[in-house]
């Protein structure tokens, strides 16, 4: 436990953590594993590549304590919103818990607003828990406020930092995100979680959920 914090004061991890496995070279074999590992220290959730759903939900068991997450659209959005909603379905099918989208961002470039609500809206009508990844970095800020009023709108339960293929989630972006969902989400920082302190800044911030391909590492950590 890093010197600066007072173990009183920081949650237990595990429970706040989805463990991501999104790297595009993966067998079998380490997707059983990081489901094993999220059922050992008890994960909020794996986070996987939609075509893992059905493998993943037999490795898992039944519904229970660790969620099973698909990503959506992944890492890009750059697909139609039909193609957005088909993936959606067809991990519901498979037996996902929840659901991480990326959205179009060629719409909220665009303007097109509507649309965009749309596209969200559409995958939020399935009826899981989904998890809208903004890329939060790499939008300005009327970009950022405008795609957030966006997804709340559509009933997202979580607003995403990223998805890792930016910069490092930050304990200020948790805490833009924060105010700017006013109550009507949480916020999940993703992306570049490589140590217990990171980690502990980000859950102070305001994260509810914290996506990291390191969960065993920070766990064990924490637990030492």
Known sequence: MPAAFDPAEIPDLAPLIDHALLQPRLGSEQIE???????????AGICLASRWMPQARQWLGERGSVRLISVLSFPFGACSSELKRAEAEAAVEAGADELDLVPDFALLLDG??????????????LGLPLKLILEADQLTSDQLQALVEVALDAGVAFLKTGSGYGQPASSAMVRDLHGLAAGRAKVKASGGIRDLGHAIELVQAGAERLGTSRGVELVQAQRE
Do not use: K, P, W
């Open 112 to 125: 097109e607003l509507t649309a965009l609500h749309d596209q969200i809206a559409a995958v939020v009508e």
């Open 33 to 43: 594993r990081g489901c094993q590992q999220a059922l050992h220290y008890g994960f």
